[in-house]
């Protein structure tokens, strides 16, 4: 296939279509929060228990992103996806047949290693098929289906809850990925690349620009998921907001991400990507700051901004990917870069956090992470190939 030259309707077309599944696979991996209190009354376990799955996800999601990049290109980038696909759907299917609660520990590992195998698949396939002066569009409208799936998907599961058990919604789930299958095996061609000597791995781990855009990446993720799940916590324990006036502010700040992260991409066609993601830095780390310091009658508005803005600097991340590493090394640089951003803002930041809520104060915490966010911006001007790039 050719690569497009403008944003026609194929061309929309195809990055509507890979963003569906990349919202396909985001759902995959939340779409047991909305349903976890089920499986929790079902068999009769702890809250701690309950959650613990996700840790299992987390861990599996997070090894796949690092190391998929080392072979997707070998075994193809488009039999990668269709594999990622086939293995969620039929592991969803097992669920059905779950009688014990353990049984969720190695399902949800399958589940992260199956679905963090994609975005590293997926970046290469998107930049191969547009010109380089679209990429930053059709980065920035495919990377937007996760911000969508952020607050779609847990609609989207109360809804189905309404006609189907929470087993059927899983088994629906797995028919959608199978469908899903087939017009990858027809609209989208294979994308191979030879497998990397060892010179070439030595000179690509020695870039300090893979080591600058994993460190910058690392707060990005701090900022965006890592206050996420310490957000109701500060609001409950330390504001002692009312928990249903709590979760509405956190849920309506959850809604601007889609909007900054189209944005963030489009804004990038026409300026410099460096400096829209050193600005997108400081406004992300100035309304973190905000967070720990803002009265609760403001709290809402600067949970909003905060939440919200960090999404622009995702597409604008994977454009600087893109832009910075050749096609042969791009799948790799993509894992080895997001890779440190979950093990960060899944699992350090949290912890970090709650930690600084245990002994001095979420404040405290959450506003060390905004300064830090903010210096982080500085980061950015030392990818100095970027500068030749608009």
Not at 12 to 29: E, M, P, Q, T, V
Not at 31 to 58: G, V
Not at 207 to 224: G, H, M, P
Not at 317 to 341: C, E, M, P, Q
Request: charged content about 10%; glycine content about 8%; hydrophobic content about 60%.
């Amino acid at each position: 296939m050719k690569k497009f030259t403008s944003f026609n309707g194929r061309a929309y077309i195809f990055i509507i279509f890979l963003a569906s599944l990349w919202f396909l696979n985001f759902a995959g991996r939340s779409i047991f929060s909305p349903i976890l209190p089920l499986i929790e009354d079902e068999y009769l376990i702890s809250h701690a228990r309950a959650t613990s799955i996700l840790l299992f996800l987390s861990v599996g999601y997070g090894l796949s992103v690092f190391f998929s990049g080392f072979f997707s290109g070998v075994f193809g980038y488009k039999r990668t996806i269709m594999l990622s696909l086939i293995v969620s759907a039929l592991t969803f299917f097992c669920i059905y047949f779950f009688k014990i609660f353990s049984a969720f520990y190695i399902f949800n590992f399958i589940i992260g290693v199956a679905t963090g195998v994609y975005l590293p698949a997926a970046l290469p396939i998107i930049t191969h098929n547009y010109e380089e002066k679209k990429w930053s569009k059709a980065i920035a409208i495919h990377d937007s289906a996760a911000s969508i799936g952020v607050f779609v998907v847990p609609i989207i599961a109360v809804f189905l809850m309404q006609f189907l058990e929470w087993r059927g919604i899983f088994s629906l789930l797995g028919i959608v990925l199978l469908i899903a299958v087939v017009p990858v095996y027809f609209f989208i061609d294979e994308l191979k690349v030879k497998k990397i000597s060892m010179a070439v791995f030595s000179s690509f781990i020695k870039n300090k620009s893979l080591w600058v855009l994993s460190l910058i990446w690392l707060f990005a993720a701090s900022c965006s998921t890592g206050v996420f799940f310490i957000v109701p916590l500060y609001l409950t324990k330390e504001l002692h907001m009312d928990i249903e006036y709590a979760n509405m502010i956190f849920g309506i700040s959850r809604t601007g991400g889609f909007a900054f992260a189209l944005g963030a991409g489009f804004l990038a066609a026409r300026f410099s990507v460096q400096k829209l993601m050193a600005l997108v830095l400081i406004l992300s780390g100035i309304f973190t700051v905000l967070v720990s310091i803002a009265d609760i009658k403001f709290m809402a508005i600067a949970l909003f901004f905060q939440a919200s803005i960090i999404y622009g600097y995702f597409p604008l991340g994977l454009i600087a990917i893109s832009r910075l590493f050749d096609i042969n090394v791009r799948s790799i640089a993509t894992g080895f870069v997001l890779g440190f951003g979950i093990i960060v803002g899944w699992g350090i930041a949290p912890y970090l956090l709650g930690l600084s809520g245990d002994h001095i104060s979420f404040r405290f915490g959450i506003m060390i992470l905004g300064i830090l966010i903010i210096l982080s911006s500085g980061l950015v001007y030392l990818l100095k190939d970027l500068q030749n790039h608009k």
